[in-house]
């Protein structure tokens, strides 16, 4: 039996009224998983435990099978396990954004926050603007690391876990009440403004029509990380395919490994068929057991705020990475599990994280079973099959 679980990150959704009252998902054309939902099982997750926020860090621990509050440590601190950032135990890592902030005259505590992926901004790119950072404010017992995208670290030498808000959760909002506590990391942020709103980078953003990456943005401190092994846990030996280096770190931590594929970006253009030819090679060339599919897309469109480009993102997924799967796994005579489901929903309307309970699909190729119509939130929620504890719900999917 081969497993795979595709990831489609802050899928789920509320209902929009410009939709018809239907949300992303069950407005888009979604044929593959809507021929899946008949003959699988269908229900709700909750991925996130009480008291805990909503995030994509928490929430793949739990898709992943582990309890988030027992292994949970915070999140900066998977991602520097997956650059390769070894942390001491009195280390703090602290994801550093680089963002949009507004351009005007007004003070930095008085900005209003824009964009908290500075229009997706290249990797290339944000290493560069990341140096004049660096350069300028690696003051002693602070070290940045470049990452992925708008996605970078922060590692404070014998620091302490502070309360920080991620830059999503406030998008539109004036900074100023959310800005670090903490005096050093305070400073830091409104100084990148002045390092980085005139640099030349920015400047050629600027006359492209793009947002200008011009501040960076502490959140998500955390300590070191300690995962048991995924295969010890379930038996199985699995691999990931992300191209956000937080489920590269979770991956680190747990024994899996990671596979790069080109063109994986984390962006509505991503390389999705490339990501399930991926999958597909490590399960029936490479003999592996299980295999995690990750897609940022759908979690980055509600943050912007797009219906229509989440429900791009939820078509592509269907067509490019669930449809490929599936024609692959039945061509091969490979019995195979297949679960689908988002890690939390990211609604277009709030253009955040929420801690709603998530719609799953499961699929075995062995056996049919009476589902429902079609793959939706309502759909789902009508099921009996509903995991309070959703970090359950991978045993439940591994061993039958």
Known sequence: MKYIVVLADGMADLPIAELGGKTPLAYAKTPEMDALA?????????????????????????????????????????????IGVSMASTDIAIRCNIVTVSDDALPYEQKTIIDHSSSEISTEDAAVLLEAVRKQLEWEGYHFYVGTSYRHLLIWNRGRVVSLTPPHDILTKVIGEYLPEDPVLREMQKRS?????????????????????????????????????????TGLSGVMISAVDLLKGIAVGAGMRNIIVPGADGSLHTNYRGKAEAAVAALLTENEDFAYIHVEAPDEMGHQGSAERKIAAIEYIDEQIVGVIKRAMDASGEDYRMLILPDHPTPVSLRTHTSAPVPYLLYDSTKKVSGVPAYTEETAASTPFDYAEGFRLMEHFTKG
């Open 38 to 82: 008949p003959v699988s099982e269908v229900g709700t997750a909750h991925t996130i435990p009480a008291g805990m926020k909503p995030g994509s860090d928490t929430a793949n621990l739990a898709v992943l099978g582990y309890n988030p509050k027992q292994y949970y440590t915070g999140r900066s601190p998977l991602e520097a396990l997956s």
């Open 193 to 233: 403004y002045e390092i980085l709103n005139s640099h030349p980078i920015n400047v050629e953003r600027a006359a492209k029509g793009l947002n200008k990456a011009n501040s960076i943005w502490f959140w998500g401190a955390g300590t070191r990380p300690s995962l048991s092994s995924f295969r010890e846990k």
